[in-house]
């Protein structure tokens, strides 16, 4: 089994919709969290992180952590045609354990259509 | 633009071969952290360095080696190389040498093709 599970999609839209991206892990240790997005032909850049349980706000976009269930999301608010990208989970355990080492998703495909 | 720069962008070559790719870091980042991407893998971390020493490991071959030197640049040398060596490999950056929130920023990336 792998550290971190995510659904690669593909995943399809209309512009203006929520959309929903989810990963599952099985390692209790990880306590920080990320997404990050990648365009096609681009290298990957942090969206959001969170630390522990609780969501975070940052424009149309929210992340959520429910560690009780090992499961975090991103949701995307008035989905725009340039949020079509790929976007990839990460999280890492405490601060000194893990040296720094992020363990990624698979990433899911999404596409905004207008 | 992240900062963070890889050359070169695209490398053909062919099964037996080696190759090294190469990264610099951002101005001012100590940690170096190599990742392949395939389309079957996803992104699967392969090793980080920090201010020039190896600080982890993670799912790199034995052909795979890598370095980082004073200047803070690092090198990825890929050895007798397979077809299933083809994918994309980023270079990421970070200040921090460790714990778990320190944002990488990763570069372009080299898409490596072995025919």
């Known amino acids: 089994q792998k550290e971190v599970e995510q659904d690669p999609g593909p995943l399809s839209v209309p512009e203006g919709a929520i959309v929903s991206l989810n990963c599952t892990y099985s390692?209790?240790?990880?306590?920080?969290f990320m997404w990050y997005r990648q365009y096609s032909r681009k290298g990957p850049e942090l969206l959001m992180y969170?630390?522990?349980?609780g969501n975070k706000e940052d424009g149309r976009f929210t992340a959520q952590v429910d560690k009780s269930s090992k499961y975090i999301s991103l949701f995307i608010r008035d989905s725009q045609p340039s949020d079509s990208a790929t976007y990839l989970c990460?999280?890492?355990?405490?601060?000194?354990?893990?040296?720094?080492?992020?363990?990624f998703g698979r990433g899911t495909q999404l596409t905004v259509w207008p | 633009d992240s900062g963070v720069t890889q050359t070169p962008k695209h490398l053909i070559t062919a099964t037996g071969q080696r190759v090294t790719l190469r990264c610099s870091p951002r101005?001012?980042?100590?940690?170096v952290y190599w990742y392949q991407q395939s389309l079957d893998q996803g992104l699967q971390f392969l090793i980080q360095?920090?201010?020039?020493?190896?600080?982890a490991k993670g799912n790199i071959l034995e052909r795979f080696s890598a370095q980082q030197f004073p200047d803070l640049h690092s090198e990825l040398n890929l050895s007798s190389l397979e077809l299933g060596d083809s994918a994309l490999y980023f270079c990421?950056?970070?200040?921090?040498?460790?714990?778990?929130?320190?944002?990488?920023?990763f570069g372009p990336g080299t898409r490596l093709t072995v025919l």
């Open positions: 990421a950056s970070s200040v921090e040498g460790g714990g778990a929130v320190n944002e990488q920023f």
């Open positions: 969170t630390y522990s349980s």
């Open positions: 360095y920090y201010n020039g020493e190896e600080r």
């Open positions: 101005s001012g980042d100590l940690s």
């Open positions: 990460a999280m890492s355990a405490r601060r000194g354990s893990t040296l720094g080492r992020l363990y």
């Open positions: 390692n209790s240790a990880f306590q920080y």
